[in-house]
T-cell receptor, first 114, second 113 residues
Framework: NAGVTQTPKFQVLKTGQSMTLQCAQD?????MYWYRQDPGMGLRLIYY???????DKGEVPNGYNVSRLNKREFSLRLESAAPSQTSVYFC?????????????FGPGTRLTVT | GENVEQHPSTLSVQEGDSAVIKCTYS??????FPWYKQELGKRPQLIID?????GEKKDQRIAVTLNKTAKHFSLHITETQPEDSAVYFC????????????FGAGTILRVKS
């Protein structure tokens, strides 16, 4: 089991460019999440998908869009990157509470917007 | 919405001593409280969690206590070791399907040998 995988690991964008962060899980989890992590601020939820076919906003959704492509994959899109979006992005997945509430995190994507 | 505050922001202890990290939450409907450990450059990993129907939970050198009335919960690490050095995050949620965690800002724990 690879668990939760993310691509790319690192990315540098210029202001105004767009990109999509990819996330996949092989644990047959129902729920998937995108967080951003900034120094001194912990992890903040951007968007989540409770189950395939549904998505919903978290604490900091502005400037982002998501797609739950299928049960395995959940992508995060930045349409017009801004320096304030410089951060480390983590994808996570969980069973959704049917067995456990534990969230499993991917290795992260370090994004710099210049 | 939920707000989670975590203290202290940094904690230095001598190897073998105990470490305590405290969190408070605002939403009385929250009923799931996990703790995550994040080593430098790595992903967060769950180390222990507690649900609101339990006051305390232990796993070897790690324990979590919950006071629902006061809306606070704490992580206790006994007999600290250098490999315990990391950033620790508390979180809270309503524990429902599609579990929206709200995290504290984190505590940097340094264990000096």
């Amino acid at each position: 089991n690879a668990g939760v995988t993310q691509t790319p690991k690192f990315q540098v964008l210029k202001t105004g460019q767009s990109m999509t962060l990819q996330c996949a899980q092989d644990m047959n989890h129902n729920s998937m999440y995108w967080y951003r992590q900034d120094p001194g601020m912990g992890l903040r939820l951007i968007y989540y998908s409770a189950s395939e076919g549904t998505t919903d906003k978290g604490e900091v959704p502005n400037g982002y869009n998501v797609s739950r492509l299928n049960k395995r994959e959940f992508s995060l899109r930045l349409e017009s990157a801004a320096p304030s979006q410089t951060s480390v992005y983590f994808c996570a997945s969980s069973d959704g509470g049917t067995v456990t509430y534990e969230q499993y995190f991917g290795p992260g994507t370090r994004l710099t917007v210049t | 919405g939920e707000n989670v505050e975590q203290h202290p922001s940094t904690l230095s202890v001598q190897e073998g001593d105990s470490a305590v990290i405290k969190c408070t939450y605002s939403d009385s409907a929250s009923n799931y409280f996990p703790w995550y450990k994040q080593e430098l450059g790595k992903r967060p990993q769950l180390i222990i969690d507690i649900r609101s129907n339990v006051g305390e939970k232990k796993d070897q050198r790690i324990a979590v206590t919950l006071n629902k009335t006061a809306k606070h919960f704490s992580l206790h690490i006994t007999e600290t070791q250098p490999e315990d050095s990391a950033v620790y995050f508390c979180a809270a949620s309503r524990g429902q399907y599609g579990n929206k965690l709200v995290f504290g800002a984190g505590t940097i724990l340094r264990v000096k040998s």
